[in-house]
T-cell receptor
Framework: AAGVIQSPRHLIKEKRETATLKCYPI?????VYWYQQGPGQDPQFLIS???????DKGSIPDRFSAQQFSDYHSELNMSSLELGDSALYFC???????????????FGQGTRLTVV | GDSVTQMEGPVTLSEEAFLTINCTYT??????LFWYVQYPGEGLQLLLK?????DKGSNKGFEATYRKETTSFHLEKGSVQVSDSAVYFC?????????????FGGGTRVLVKP
């Protein structure tokens, strides 16, 4: 079965550079969540999208932006990278449904970003 | 607002010991409840879920029962193995008009020693 695909899996950038992370949800899933997980930290919610519109916003820095495209994939754009942005970034996808049995979120393997 | 509270770790156990991780929630609606597990260096994986009161989710020897009266979803395993060392996250999902909303607890790190 198709899973959530994130690319790239690993990324090394220098300070002040930009990075773009991509998330491809499971087919027919219309909701994407982005999380940031620092070393030894719990996942921190960044932002979410439903039907290509931002649905919720968490602790996403102003230097970051994201969007969901017409094919439902999402991209997280990160500019002016700082050392503290080094983390595992993962996305979750699910399908908006009124059925309780359909409310499970599926997670990608994540993109490990290292800022040097 | 919606929130999930789980016991803080780390929890250190010996192999074959009994594991309990407490999880309680507050929600504005009728949530589905989940336990996700994150093994070292990996992403989150669904461990088990329950979608209505008194449902019991189970997988890999882990169990959790949806208790609406106590708003809890405690995770238990009768005999842990070294391979169960991971971080466990309790989560809830609510159906909203603007897409399902997913809320995580803070995670509990479990270390099982041989």
């Amino acid at each position: 079965a198709a899973g959530v695909i994130q690319s790239p899996r690993h990324l090394i950038k220098e300070k002040r550079e930009t990075a773009t992370l991509k998330c491809y949800p499971i087919p027919r899933h219309d909701t994407v969540y982005w999380y940031q997980q620092g070393p030894g930290q719990d996942p921190q919610f960044l932002i979410s999208f439903y039907e290509k519109m931002q649905s919720d916003k968490g602790s996403i820095p102003d230097r970051f932006s994201a969007q969901q495209f017409s094919d439902y994939h999402s991209e997280l754009n990160m500019s002016s990278l700082e050392l503290g942005d080094s983390a595992l970034y993962f996305c979750a996808s699910f399908r908006h449904s009124s059925r309780l049995s359909d409310t499970e979120a599926f997670f990608g393997q994540g993109t490990r970003l290292t800022v040097v | 607002g919606d929130s999930v509270t789980q016991m803080e770790g780390p929890v250190t156990l010996s192999e074959e010991a009994f594991l309990t991780i407490n999880c309680t929630y507050t929600a504005t609606g009728y949530p589905s409840l989940f336990w996700y597990v994150q093994y070292p260096g990996e992403g989150l994986q669904l461990l088990l879920k329950a979608t209505k009161a008194d449902d019991k989710g189970s997988n890999k020897g882990f169990e959790a029962t949806y208790r609406k009266e106590t708003t809890s979803f405690h995770l238990e395993k009768g005999s842990v193995q070294v391979s169960d060392s991971a971080v466990y996250f309790c989560a809830l999902s609510l159906i909203k008009a603007a897409g399902n909303k997913l809320t995580f607890g803070g995670g509990t790190r479990v270390l099982v020693k041989p």
